[in-house]
């Protein structure tokens, strides 16, 4: 019986230690097969200044795809800009069609439970940006408003709780929103600060009207648990930080020198 017992018990041990073995074997580990196949497929915007869009010649540019140029520097390999929406741009790191997403994408618990997150590598908030000679001032101004704005986006729920009367209409990009609101079809838009003031400096009819209404901590995305790609893009990121190279990409698309410092480790 005793003999038994030991038998049974060894097999536990054992098993017990295998599990976590198991377990690390299924982890994701991107890195591997990035090196493999010769480059890395980073999921950003092209329709979204100065984060990610098309630039001279249709080619890809912005602060998103800067900070990515650096991490596939980083592990070696070149890197392929692949577009992506905020509706699609989670579906498609989960499914594998891309390695990392930089598309100026909120960090949020929600999220945080299908994808992982970088360090902070941006903090922004929300604004508005009405036709000159708008009525609207703020938030405070929006009953009864037309307000575009993207859907699926952290926008879109911190301006229905900031403007619970305003009549919210959903845009799959931030191009389709402000042609909506070129057009008359809506009284404002609503986005990241930093996004509507590229639009309102190339549109001097238009201006951002009211303070920020929310805070907008932007992470880049990898698939859940896939760490060692995580541990590159934070090292990339605080290492520019340290250079002092982050703050020149900065304000090359902000115009300014950076309001909140990235978080450094030891």
Same mark, same amino acid.
């Given at each position: ?14 098993a017990g230690v295998m599990a976590p073995a198991v377990t690390m074997a299924q982890s994701p580990n991107s890195v591997e097969e990035i090196k493999s196949r010769g480059k890395l497929l980073a999921g950003v915007k092209f329709d979204t200044p100065p984060f990610g869009f098309l630039g001279e010649g249709n080619k890809p540019t912005g602060f998103d795809l800067d900070l990515l140029t ?11 800009? =692949? ?24 960090? /949020?618990?929600?999220? @945080? ?10 903090? +922004? ?20 408003? #037309? ?6 986006? /952290?926008?879109? %729920? ?10 919210? =209409? ?30 309102? %400096?190339? &549109? ?5 009207? +009211? ?22 893009? &934070?090292?990339?990121? #605080? @290492? ?14 902000? +115009? ?11």
């Amino acid at each position: 019986m005793r003999k038994l017992l030991f038998v049974g018990l060894s097999s536990l041990i054992i098993a017990g230690v295998m599990a976590p073995a198991v377990t690390m074997a299924q982890s994701p580990n991107s890195v591997e097969e990035i090196k493999s196949r010769g480059k890395l497929l980073a999921g950003v915007k092209f329709d979204t200044p100065p984060f990610g869009f098309l630039g001279e010649g249709n080619k890809p540019t912005g602060f998103d795809l800067d900070l990515l140029t650096k991490v596939a520097e980083k592990i070696g390999v070149p890197v392929e800009f =692949v577009s992506v929406t905020s509706p699609t741009r989670i579906p498609m790191l989960v499914s594998g069609n891309v390695d990392v997403v930089a598309a100026s994408m909120t960090h /949020t618990i929600e999220r @945080d439970r299908t994808i992982d997150f970088s360090i902070t590598y941006y903090t +922004g908030g929300q604004a508005l940006i009405v036709k000159a000679g708008s009525d609207i001032t703020g938030v405070d101004s929006l009953a009864g408003k #037309q307000v575009a704005v993207q859907q699926g986006t /952290t926008l879109e %729920k911190n301006i229905a709780a900031a403007a619970p009367e305003a009549k919210l =209409v959903g845009f799959k990009d931030y191009n389709s929103a402000w042609l909506a609101l070129v057009q008359g079809r809506a009284d404002a838009l609503t986005g990241s600060l930093n996004i509507l003031q590229g639009f309102a %400096k190339e &549109n001097k009819d238009y201006q951002i009207v +009211g303070d920020i209404f929310s805070s907008e901590p932007f992470g880049i995305g990898v698939r859940q648990g896939d760490s060692a790609l995580r541990d590159i893009i &934070n090292e990339t990121l #605080q @290492d520019l930080w340290k250079s002092g190279e982050y703050q020149k990409l900065y304000a090359k698309w902000f +115009g300014e020198e950076p309001r909140v410092p990235l978080e450094i480790w030891p």
